[in-house]
């Protein structure tokens, strides 16, 4: 499923270019206190990130001195913006090409709340099967767990370290696929995270309890909530696809009033066929509507009535 998000919500705040349309990446898009490039050309200076801008942070995300979601709770992980970059990776999760006994798994190499690269880990003697309660090692980014081959431990709880086993996708990045017709294949974090993880509405909200509905690579998808008890709520910083809460998705803060010195920051998703849509939109006294997320002509099926709560383009 491709989805083809409306431009004046990708604008400044998602990459069309690099992941496909629906690509939810934080691009170069400085604080409003950065200088450009250009600027600092015409004052002689080296072509570097001001201390106000964007810059490229060690866990694979785009960061900005004016907006951080801190570390998710628990062991859950964050799900980084794509095309923030990973560090050098020891194997193919698409692949499995690690020694015998071992299989390639996603991790933090640097010590950070996000999947960055990916390792050769032992596979337990006796694994755990998809779907069945696991463990982990260390933290749920440490890459080391005791599911079988092709799957990792997934919503991983910070105080148990134990969580859920989860399918990779299968086949190619060009060509994935998902043993379960009600998974999507969702590819993240710079191509690290490949995971089948089920779908879901983003108005419904229908994703099991921790979790929530978010936009990940081409598709509609529940994954960990990790925005932590204080932040993710309406006009708050984001930098995480997985940093708002339920019911709330990281777009162009340009869009959302109240969001302040940030690339991105929390929306609400609404339902563009409610005639209260707009009035119940938490930004409306600001000026939001509730608009379409994608391009005329363009929403899959199912998703036809789906908006944000966004400031309509002049």
Known sequence: MRLRLHQSVLSCFFSVAAFGPFALALTACDDPDAKSDDDDDEEGGDETDSPGGAEESGGGAVQSSSASNGDPPGGIGFIDMP??????????????????????????????????STRCSA?????????????VEGDGVSGID?????????????????????????GTEASADCADPGAECSIANDGVLVLCLPSCDPVLQDCATGQACYGIDDAFVCAPDA????????????????ACDPGLGCFNGAGVPGCVGAAGCCSTFCDITDPTATENCPGAAGGQE?????EEGQAPAGYENVGLCFLPAM
């Open 83 to 116: 095309d923030g970059g990973t560090g050098e990776r020891e194997c193919s999760i698409w692949d499995q090409d690690c020694p015998t006994g071992e299989k390639c798994m996603p991790y933090a190499n640097d010590g950070g709340a996000a999947w960055n």
């Open 123 to 135: 596979v337990d003697p006796t694994p755990a099967t998809i779907g069945d309660v696991c463990a």
């Open 146 to 170: 005791n599911c079988e081959i092709g799957s990792m431990c997934w919503d991983v709880d910070g105080e148990t370290n134990q969580g859920t086993c989860i399918a990779f996708c299968t």
């Open 227 to 242: 925005s932590g008890p204080d932040l993710g709520q309406f006009a708050d910083p984001c930098e995480f696809i997985n």
């Open 290 to 294: 509730c608009i379409p997320i994608f």
